[in-house]
């Protein structure tokens, strides 16, 4: 069965933190999204990568930096987390073909105070 | 903008009765895809209609696709309490990503 995961549910930082999310999947796909989610805006993506090492910026990377190391992660950072990186956090997956369905995890509700 | 737009924002209806949402976009599509996401939930994938394709179905969904007018409809027939959802479609671009909307909000009464 597809697996995405999510290394936290929940998660509460600090003004100016340096945060982790990590994304792993085991489904041999080539290509991992990060994407946030905030009322109103519906899903955003910020980074994508279709290879190890690679990566793509999406339509909000500001603030934001990935890391690919391995086929199977995918990390996002928050450099210095800002109040306004407050969102759900969403990890994807999709193996290539013609169709790019795309696989989520659960969602990390990161808030920053 | 090449994402997808869905309408209504909100929708209430009784257990038993059909639910119909709509999704406009605005760019040339290799496929559109629509996604289910239960409350503070990942995404999952529910059906997907090819640009080639007018019409498809899977079990209780019908999705229906029209790239003369850049829009695509989802039918849940027979709804179910269990159905209660926030419902997106993702328009799949010549760049191959998905671009998603805000959602229907899906509130099924039972």
């Known amino acids: 069965d597809v697996k995405v995961t999510q290394s936290s549910r929940y998660l509460v930082k600090r003004t100016g933190e340096k945060v982790f999310l990590e994304c792993v999947q085991d489904m041999d796909h080539e290509n991992m999204f990060w994407y946030r989610q905030d009322p109103g805006l519906g899903l955003r993506l910020i980074y994508f990568?279709?290879?190890?090492?690679?990566?793509e910026k999406g339509d909000i990377p500001e603030g934001y930096s990935v890391s690919r190391e391995k086929k199977e992660r995918f990390s996002l950072i928050l450099e210095s987390a800002s109040t306004n990186q407050t969102s759900m956090y969403l990890c994807a997956s999709s193996g290539q073909g013609a169709f790019y369905e795309q696989y989520f995890g659960p969602g990390t509700r990161l808030t920053v105070t | 903008s090449q994402q997808g737009e869905e309408d209504p924002q909100a929708l209430s209806i009784q257990e038993g009765e059909n639910a119909t949402m709509n999704c406009s976009y605005k760019t040339s599509i290799n496929n559109l895809q629509w996604y289910r996401q239960n409350s503070g939930r990942g995404l999952v994938h529910l059906i997907l209609?090819?640009?080639?394709?007018r019409e498809k179905h899977s079990g209780r969904l019908r999705v229906t696709l029209d790239t003369s007018k850049k829009s695509s409809s989802l039918l849940i027939t027979a709804s179910r309490a269990a159905d209660t959802a926030s419902y997106f479609c993702?328009?799949?671009?010549?760049?191959?990503?998905?671009?998603f909307g805000t959602g229907t909000r899906l509130t099924v009464i039972p």
């Open positions: 209609i090819r640009s080639n394709e």
């Open positions: 993702a328009p799949l671009t010549g760049a191959n990503n998905l671009f």
């Open positions: 990568s279709y290879d190890v090492k690679m990566k």
